[in-house]
Structures are given as C-alpha cells and as structure tokens.
C-alpha cells in the first residue's frame, strides 16, 4: 500500500491490475512497454501470468520507491506535471478506501482487449488493434512478403486464438471472476466483441455483477442493443474517442462520420438517465496530427457537451506521433495555439499546462517529424483525404517553417 516511502512511485496496477492484448501476451497495464518476458492468457493460467518473476519485480521496485523502466510513459508524464494513469488510478483507489471500500486482493483489475474486430481504421491505430486497417496495411507493406491478401489476413488472425470458444482462457476467467472489483474493455471496438458480452453475461449469471466496476474505450460509432446489461454492474464509466470533431472527426477516425458520432452521444445521454451509476467522457487522444486542432475541440465540447467528462490523452506509440518529438518552430507556434484556450476553462485548469510541459519536455526529433508527414500524405492519398483541407491554419505552419 502507499506510504511516504513509495508514494511517489507505488502502482495500484503493478500490485492489483494485469492487462492482456489482443494477441493474449499479458504486461502490469496498457502503459507498461517492454516487459522482458510475457506469458500469455490461454496458454498459461490467469495466475500465472499475474505472478510472473518480471511482474513481481515490477511490483517490488515501485513498492520500494523505485522508478522501474517499464513505467518510463507514467515518469515522463508525471516530470511534466500531467496525471499519469498511474497517479489517477491510485487517487480513485485510495478514495474508495477512504470511503470504507474493501481494500483489493491479488488480482482486481483485468484490462482484456478481445480482438481486433473494429469499423473504422484511426489514424494512430493500425492493424493489431483493427481489422478494417489489415487490407490498408498490406497494401503498403506486406505485398511482398504474402502471396495475396487473404494469406496475410489469415496470418494476422493466428494471434487472437486465445479469446475464441475453446481456449481454456475463459473457465479460468470464470474462476478469477469473484475477486475481480473492475473490467477494463479496449478493442477493437468492444461493443461489437460477442466475446464481451458473453464476459459480461456470465457476470451476471454467477452474480458477481454487482461488484464489478465497468470502463468502455469506444469509438462513439457503435451504440449496442444489449445495453440494459450495463445496468447489472456496480458502476459504468463509458469513455468517448473524440479525437476531432466534424471533419476532424472524420479525418482522424475515418471512415467515421461526426454526425454518427453525435447520434450515439445523444443515445448515451438518453441512457444515462437511466442507469444508477454511470460516467462518461470524451477522451481526446492527441498526436502531431490533431493537436493544433485542440482548441476547435474544446470550443465544441464547451458548447454543446459539457456534461459529459473530459480527459485528455497522448499517443506514445507510434512514436512519431507523439507530440513531444515537434520540431523547432512547429513546436512554438502549437504552444501558441494551445494558449489561447480560454484560461478560465476546466481543460486549462485541469489538463493544458501538463500538455505544454510534456511538449516543452520533449527533444525535436526530425526524422520522426518527417515519418509522421510521409504517413500522413501516404494515408491521404490512399484515403482521398486532404490534411490541406481538413487543417489548412496547421499545414500553412508546418509549410512556414519548412522554408
């Protein structure tokens, strides 16, 4: 538990969390990188996996102090003074205690990504996390190492076998099921995951529902028909992927269309009035792509959605899309955008000067810089989509300060 000693390094997530990809490899958490060795659900047990040697010494590290290496995303936030996951989880951990929740044992918290099953191909994403960006990402790359394209499909499908009927994964899960306080959905899209809600029925049938805690990241396209199911769980917390709005929305999360995207916002305000417990948030994952653009974001969210939360998010990998690579002048006039945000608003107050920081922090890589602008162009033309177009204030800097 955290006390003066560790309170600057300890991890509710190192001591209670585990998180399984869509290819089954497990790590402490969707921030963790670059584990030694990784198990895999459905090959080994859930506990297995959860008290592998590199997990445990994770665990003693943070719980002596230590900054480990595999949290390295979690310290570059923090240094820039942003809530990392680390400080937000542990801050909701020890409220909950305070409040006289139970304090967790063992395994708590279980982040499953449950395929890549997805209808839209974001920008930052790719194919391991969407099966819409397979055909795009064989076109570009793989022609030559696969006879055709139902041969690399076929191959790219071997690493989601853990999750399907028969693996022994899932009368294991049903065993660690009553210990479980929280589940964490990633995708893929979840909602569009049978195995998801096969997950959550059987909550419900063993009725362990009621103490579980539900988290949802998705794409704000699909809005499912067996929501009342949500209804069952302790709490829901659904998080919107808003990465742009309008064109920008479109852009960042094609084929995704912005009035869709405001349809299941709507459902959900309408469901939300209904269920006992639930929060939801726009989630703004910000990239060298978007993050000129933030301020049209928040001007729309301000106007017309701000009773939902706001959280924003940083894309780490890919790397050239992490904003603290920006080169010289590029970086400057960003900043200059992102300060006029008004100084006044809850995103301000709560979120911009961690994101400056973290952008001040970073070191100008221009390799990196010209990768992410070979991307973009290469997605464009293959999209038909225009960045010119879509951000035409961001292109004239970015075409300033290349002469």
Known sequence: MIDDTNKQSWCVNAEHAMSGDNTGETKICCMTRFMNRRLSIGRETIQENFNQPDFVEVREALAKGERHDVCKLCWEEEDAGRMSKRLRDNEKYVNMIEQGGKPFKGLAKFELNLGNQCNLKCRTCGPHSSSTWLKERFDRQEKDNYTDFKGYAKEMRKFSKWYESDSPFWDDFDNNLENINQLDFYGGEPFMSEKMWGTLRKAVELDYAKNIELHYATNCTKWPDDVEILKEFRHLNLNFSIDGVHDGFNYMRYPGDWGEAEVTLNKAREFAKTHPDIHMSWIITLSTINIHNLPEIIAEYEEKYSD????????????????????????????????????????????????????????????????????????????????????????????????
């Not at 010289?328 to 960003?334: A, M, S, T």
């Open 308 to 403: 939902f939360g706001i959280f924003l998010n940083l894309v780490h990998s890919p790397k050239y899309y992490n904003i603290n690579i920006l080169p010289d002048g590029i970086k400057e006039g960003v900043i200059e955008k992102l300060e006029s945000i008004p100084k006044d608003s809850f995103v301000w107050t709560n979120y911009l000067p961690g994101v400056i920081q973290y952008i001040k922090n970073g070191t100008p890589n221009i390799g990196l810089w010209k990768q992410a602008m070979r991307e973009i162009k290469w997605q464009d033309t293959y999209r038909e989509q225009s960045f010119k177009d879509v951000y035409p204030e961001y292109h004239q800097l970015i075409q300033d300060v290349s002469k």
